[in-house]
């Protein structure tokens, strides 16, 4: 991972699940068939067999995103418990807010929807899972984006929660100082943490942070035939596992249904998948998780990870019950050892990073994808990191040469 400028300038977070315009709103009284037998991923990514084994029961879910309804029919009883990081929703994180106050929903129900009627509506990877609903605005609110990020993760840590789920950018790859503590806190505590990838057709080309973080894992998507989607999912070396981002349908607050696309829908999926390893395999810890997740996902290329496909596409089924060996250490990496790597201490050391810095600032999350914030390509140069002592030396020739350099023009006649 490149060596990052420690000051980092705000840049507004964005949800990366809308694919092309609007999604697409879908009868809420819609037949049983039209709802559920859209969600081929059931079955096609075997989580339709890992039910055979677990549910998701006694896992906890954390959310962070615009606000899962719970009232929705086919969330009742998979909302537990929550809180409001944005200043702008309920206490209990339940009421959508922000400019896309959708999005969250659609996210929860993937990952433990539980649908209604035993064959109606949306059903997620793990339906007797419990979600925590962490409501965040990323375009507003009295609080920052990235703080009520840095919060909401260490409240979902410290409410049980053993995962969390990140469908949003900051389509840059670094991220602030503040988010440090706050995931290394949940490394500390055995959460693991997943994040998208980001969405080529939302003009995320490259994965951005919090997906480019060392231990997250990071999710992208494919099309219904399994190939990398063209405009649904970004590239890069920390992509971790791929799940179907095109062609899903998801609940939304008030009782209906969306079709959508992208990989803010791929990573519930995800993180429904990591609840039924966690419930069929208690006794391991988040890194052995992980690389269950990884290690069982069917591989695309000859190589991995590949920086579009990562180390496969998932499968529930094997990630649940294929024999699998122990790791010592998160095989996605270690935020504490990035940090003393890569953060300098405050007057040690000056860093002067190559090339121009973009300066973005905030903006709402984007309905249409055409005004969603690009990612920042010039953060990928590697900065010089020089000493005190060597800029001071450097500085002198530099004055010396122009000295010298005056010294022998001649006068203009």
């Known amino acids: 991972m490149p060596l990052l400028n420690r000051r980092v300038a705000p840049i507004a977070l964005a949800v990366i699940g809308l694919l092309v315009g609007p999604a697409v709103l879908l009868p809420s009284a819609a037949q049983a ?18 039910w055979q084994v677990t549910k998701g029961a006694g896992i906890r879910i954390a959310i962070i995103d615009t606000g899962v309804d719970g009232s ?9 418990a929550g809180s409001d990081f944005s200043g702008l929703g309920d206490d209990d994180g339940q009421t959508p807010v922000g400019q896309d106050r959708r999005h969250g929903t659609m996210v929860g129900s993937l990952a433990a929807g539980r649908g209604n009627n035993s064959i109606d509506g949306v059903i997620g990877s793990a339906p007797e899972a419990e979600i925590l609903s962490l409501s965040m605005s990323f375009g507003g609110g009295t609080i920052p984006p990235d703080d009520q990020i840095a919060r909401a993760v260490r409240y979902a840590v410290d ?15 670094d991220w602030p100082e503040s988010w440090d503590s706050a995931f290394s806190y949940a490394a500390e505590n055995d959460v693991v943490v997943i994040a998208a990838a980001g969405n080529r057709g939302s003009g995320t080309e490259a994965v951005g942070a919090p997906a480019t973080m060392p231990g997250v894992l990071t999710v992208g998507g494919v099309n219904r035939e399994g190939k990398v989607s063209a405009t649904a999912s970004a590239q890069g070396i920390t992509l971790g596992v791929m799940a179907p981002s095109e062609g899903l349908v998801g609940a939304i607050p008030g009782g209906g249904y969306v079709a959508w696309s992208g990989t803010s829908g791929a990573t519930p999926i995800v993180a429904g998948i990591v609840a039924l390893v966690r419930a069929a395999h208690p006794e391991l810890d988040a890194a052995n998780v992980i690389h269950r997740i990884l ?20 499968n529930a089924y094997e990630a649940v019950t294929a024999e699998v060996a122990l790791v010592s250490k998160n095989p996605l990496g270690s935020l504490d050892e990035w940090i003393v790597i890569h953060r300098k201490q405050e007057g040690s050391q000056i860093v002067i990073p190559l090339g121009p810095q973009q300066t973005t600032t905030e903006a709402e999350g984007p309905r249409n994808p055409n005004v969603s914030l690009q990612p920042d390509t010039e953060m990928t140069i590697l900065p010089y990191v020089i000493t005190g002592v060597l800029a001071a030396a450097l500085i002198s020739v530099l004055v010396g040469f122009v000295v010298v350099s005056v010294a022998s023009r001649k006068p203009i006649d």
């Open 33 to 50: 068939d039209q709802i559920r037998d859209r969600q081929y991923w059931l079955s096609e990514y075997g989580i339709e067999r890992a």
């Open 72 to 80: 929705h029919q086919d969330l009742r009883g998979a909302v537990v």
């Open 159 to 173: 409410n049980g929660a053993d995962i969390i789920s990140l469908s949003l950018t900051r389509n840059t790859r």
């Open 295 to 314: 290690s069982t996902a069917t591989s695309v290329t000859q190589e991995t990870p590949d920086p579009l496909y990562g180390f496969g596409i998932v």
